[in-house]
């Protein structure tokens, strides 16, 4: 009997570690991430917290680097909110549809990536040869890798559609950016995102963009989003609102207050970029701070067109769970 009794406890230790009121969120890196800042800098998920009844409200963050690893640390139960681009969101849901079900919860914003070579002779995706090496977050996964492996495919037909994988190499943001803006080392290419991108252009005067975003998905859309288990969001309506309210409060607050908006991500990320450039950024007509996703199904459809998910979407609803904010998704 005892026996049973501690074995029934143990069992049910993961149970009580996902109750309500408590809820763990992977970032990366960037500006991207700006939202999450905000967020965690103003304890805006605590104060909603309160205000669905959870004055207790636990707050972790986990930094990650990845597509692969932010969804390996979700499925394994290491996080409860994932925060990648749409190419990972994609893969896990695709993955896990029928079982975890695992779909979108918010977008983080629109937001252009431009992939950035210090090669002179590289001025199209055509020109990439075999001794370039493009830096992504995750080969083949990365948001940043499926953009490229579209603008493959439309230059050079869907069956090719992975033909610069091969020169691709795993970096995260920051080491490709000081890798480009040093030189001497193997890479000579970066897809990055703000304030990455827009550094290595400063930094070196050979930098130059050979693609943007924009261009291969046919306008503004949102690269960066985030996503959580079925049961997660079932099992923790209270907390999962409080997140939900604390991202479209922290939204309001960038697109009011550029200024604090970026003195937060300095001070969050313990960063040294420039703050001019950091504010030119955030006031970039291009980007835009919200919630609701856009633009993500011409990504969707590519990668059920070449077999990369099984499951094919009929819209973003499929793979973004049906919440009020993602109404008017895209």
């Known amino acids: 009997m005892l026996r049973r009794l501690a074995f029934t406890y143990l069992v049910a230790l993961p149970l009580l570690a996902q109750a309500e009121g408590r809820i763990r969120i992977a970032e990366q890196f960037g500006i991207v991430y700006l939202l999450l800042d905000v967020a965690k800098d103003q304890q805006l998920i605590q104060k909603h917290g309160k205000a669905q009844g959870l004055p207790e409200l636990q ?3 986990v930094e990650l680097s990845g597509g692969a690893a932010v969804n390996e640390a979700l499925l394994s139960g290491g996080i409860d909110i994932a925060g990648a681009g749409v190419g990972p969101l994609l893969t896990i849901w695709d993955r896990t549809h029928g079982k ?3 779909r979108g919860v918010a977008s983080l914003g629109n937001f252009p990536y431009y992939l950035v070579s210090t090669n002179p002779a590289v001025k199209g995706i055509a020109d990439f040869g075999d001794k370039d090496r493009i830096a992504t977050p995750a080969v083949g996964v990365s948001v940043q890798s499926r953009i490229l492996q579209l603008a493959s495919a439309k230059l050079w037909g869907d069956a090719q559609f992975n033909r610069l994988d091969r020169l691709q190499v795993a970096l995260p943001h920051p080491e490709a950016t000081a890798a480009l803006i040093k030189g001497g080392t193997e890479i000579s290419a970066h897809f990055g995102n703000p304030p990455f991108q827009e550094q290595v252009l400063a930094g070196n005067p050979a930098a130059h963009i050979v693609l943007k975003s924009y261009d291969v998905l046919g306008g503004p859309a949102s690269a960066t989003v985030l996503y959580a288990t079925e049961k997660f969001r079932k099992d923790n309506p209270k907390t999962y609102k409080a997140f939900i309210d604390a991202l479209s409060e922290a939204a309001r607050l960038v697109k009011a207050d550029p200024e604090k908006a970026a003195d937060i991500y300095l001070r969050t ?13 955030i006031r970039n007509p291009e980007v835009d701070f919200k919630v609701t996703p856009e633009n993500t199904y011409p990504l969707a459809e590519f990668m059920h067109r070449v077999g990369a998910i099984k499951n094919r979407p009929a819209s973003v609803k499929d793979y973004f769970f049906d919440d009020a904010h993602i109404a008017n998704g895209s």
């Open 59 to 61: 707050v972790e963050f």
């Open 269 to 281: 990320n313990k960063s040294k970029v420039d703050r001019a450039l950091l504010l030119k950024v």
């Open 100 to 102: 975890q079900n695992v």
